[in-house]
């Protein structure tokens, strides 16, 4: 879950540093992130 929480505070500095590249990895990152917590959530 921290790793979410991580996930989400990079993409957010990277948007407004205007950091284009590292916003697109930053929300692949919470994509992953959030598939990894749901997954835990319901036992997958």
Not at 19 to 32: F, H, M, P, W, Y
Not at 33 to 41: D, F, H, I
């Amino acid at each position: 879950m921290e790793d979410l929480f991580k996930a989400i505070k990079d993409t957010v500095q990277a948007g407004i540093d205007g950091d284009n590249a590292k916003l697109g990895t930053s929300i692949v990152s919470i994509v992953e992130n959030g598939a990894g917590v749901l997954s835990k959530l319901f036992g997958f």
